[in-house]
């Protein structure tokens, strides 16, 4: 690491203000931001970039095992953090699966065995809670005070599914404590009727994963996710939200001043069902992902939520699978599509291009949306998420007339293809910095394989909540 590094010229932009100023680095921290600063160390010339906080994103999934299928996503945490650095992302919250009879602890520890010494970004996990047992809700409170504050409940998906009485005892046990409940919701007998109604009269096709979880599915779990939580006092993060339904239901909620929050990703602003088009064939199969994505009026109520306040995150659910050799696996039976889509290095580039150049938001929400608010729902603010002195230097800068046309061979997941291909996106970054190390040159990924550190999380306060 250089003694210091300045980065002179550029325009800062946070969640609250955009200003031209210079920033200086040392020891890993922005140690001093003004006009005209000198450096006796290295000086990158950021004239016509923008100097934001590094992205965050809260939602990935890196050599997150598919049990049913014996496969992997195909993302590991060396090319999955790889690929977010190139895409101006500085830290990452990935998934520790707990099986059936194991410990919270135990499945954190060996989780953070695989990834310690791969990720060249910093990181942290969330517990996923399958198996709700006295002896695991007795783990919740040591483990918030252990930095890990969030942890995740799925409403759907077999052998991983919490039904709702597991779900009221993870929202008491997190609720006392600081802790926050992430939350995949979708109605579990509803899907599981609906692919059941399909499979029988043999319509295998991708577009039936699509028909077969309908926004009713979600928008319901989502209000029952909700009730739940307001039962019991607890603060929830509801993850992926694709539908204006479940979005109302999110708003009404927060407008009666609960601790909810919620997250989108790019695939819902960007993408609609059209991909599911029967005419696509099998290659709709690149785009099944639970929940899916929806009509185009949907959409728009997404991107109105963001700009409103209604949604406060957007996360990329990087959940990767090859085209030739693991989404084909539900060739002849959509329920053996493994779900999922990659989108950890074109997050930023998405939000920005759709969002701040569409006119759609401002440059301070898209920092806000993809920074600020994850680091402050997850429990590492202004350490992350700022550019306050004295907190960690991560970077992202960007040239924002910059434009990169996507095509999978660029971009840097393990991956043959990706859901954006052809698409003309301006916010790559031309530097990431992680903790004052350039992690991103040029464009070019340049960080050492294990690097990244476990960031230790604070609990949360509701009222602190975006
Ligand atoms: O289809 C998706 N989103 N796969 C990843 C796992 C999840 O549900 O978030
Ligand atoms: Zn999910
Ligand atoms: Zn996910």
Redesign the pocket.
Known sequence: MPAEILLKGGTLVTASETREGDLLVRGGKIVEIGQGLQTTGQVLDVTDHLVMPGGIDS?V?LSHPIDKLGIKTADDFFTGTIAAACGGVTTIIDFALQRQGDSLAETLESRVGEVRDEAVIDYSLHPIVTDVRAETLAEIPSLIGEGFPSFKV?MTYAGKRVNDTGLLNVLEATSQHGGIVYL?CENDAAVTHLIDRYSKRGDTAPHFHELSRPALVEAEATYRAICLAELMGASICI??VTNAGAASHIRNARERGLPVVAETCPQYLTLTKEVFDPSRGFESAKFV??PPMRGEEHREALWDALKEGGLQQVAS?H?PFRFSDQKTLGRGDFTRIP??LPGIETRLPLVFTNGVKAGRIDVNRFVELVSTNPAKIFGMYPEKGSLDIGTDADLNVIDPNREVEVDHEILHSAMDYSPYEGMRLAGFPTWTMSRGDIIVGQGEPQGDRGRGQLVQRSPLAPEALP
């Open positions: 939602h999934h799925m995949h993850a992926h992902c639970s659910d959940a779900n999922g």
